[in-house]
């Protein structure tokens, strides 16, 4: 079993920054490729960013590329978002997510908001 807890969401200006992490709990975290994913108001959950289990593939949403970048420390536990020269249409509820690349989807954390404001 895995836990997933994210942090660093909040409220930023268009075309500012901000930085999402996500603490993983369990032995095995490690093992397991890791994602993002967002939902926004009347929307679906879509897919952010993958990282495989231990980084050596990363794959992203068209929408985000060239300005986001997954990362993790697998001696941290720990999973970020790096988010730059965000956009209005980037406010969402931001999920981590761990599971099998490229498609992560086992475990789930509660969600993190982020607003951006024009």
């Known amino acids: 079993q895995v836990q997933l807890v994210e942090s660093g969401g909040g409220l930023v200006q268009a075309g500012g920054s901000l930085r999402l992490s996500c603490a993983a709990s369990?032995?095995?975290?490690?093992?397991?490729?890791m994602g993002w994913f967002r939902q926004a108001p009347g929307k679906e959950r879509e897919f952010v960013a993958v990282i495989s289990a231990y980084g050596g593939s990363t794959n992203y949403a068209d929408s985000v590329k060239g300005r986001f970048t997954i990362s993790r420390d697998n001696a941290k536990n720990t999973l970020y978002l790096q988010m730059n020269s965000l956009k209005p249409e980037d406010t969402a509820v931001y999920y981590c997510?761990?599971?099998?690349?490229?498609?992560?989807?086992?475990?789930w954390g509660q969600g993190t908001q982020v607003t951006v404001s024009s």
């Open positions: 369990g032995r095995t975290s490690s093992r397991y490729a």
């Open positions: 997510a761990g599971g099998i690349y490229p498609n992560p989807s086992s475990y």
